[in-house]
Nanobody, 120 residues
Framework: QVQLVESGGGLVQPGGSLRLSCSAS????????MSWYRQAPGKQRELVAA???????NYADSVKGRFTISRGNVKNPVYLQMNSLKPEDTAVYYC??????????????WGQGTQVTVSS
């Protein structure tokens, strides 16, 4: 089992920046993909950015050019740098990890989320 904990959220003014971190504990064996999702009140959870192991990053159109996803080490496997934040970026941000099983198949794990509020 893997446990994920997000941090770095908070209140920021429009145009500001935040850096989200995701820490991992437990049996992290083979990471297939790391990603960030967000969910605003009354809306569905949406993909913000993803970084497959050895693959290219991809971003939601709404954050391209402003957000950057990056990989870290096993204990802190992914970060999300968020610049030029807008009020519409306000949401709970979740870290997701997909791992490969030794005998095939994938497992996915989610963190509990961190609140990002962009407001003046």
């Amino acid at each position: 089992q893997v446990q994920l904990v997000e941090s770095g959220g908070g209140l920021v003014q429009p145009g500001g920046s935040l850096r989200l971190s995701c820490s991992a504990s437990g049996s992290v064996l083979s990471i297939y993909n790391m990603s960030w999702y967000r969910q605003a009140p009354g809306k569905q959870r949406e993909l913000v950015a993803a970084i497959p192991n050895g693959g290219s990053t991809n971003y939601a159109d709404s954050v391209k050019g402003r957000f950057t996803i990056s990989r870290g080490n096993v204990k802190n496997p992914v970060y999300l740098q968020m610049n030029s934040l807008k009020p519409e970026d306000t949401a709970v941000y979740y870290c997701k990890m997909v791992t490969r099983r030794v005998l095939g198949g994938l497992d996915e794990y989610w963190g509990q989320g961190t609140q990002v509020t962009v407001s003046s």
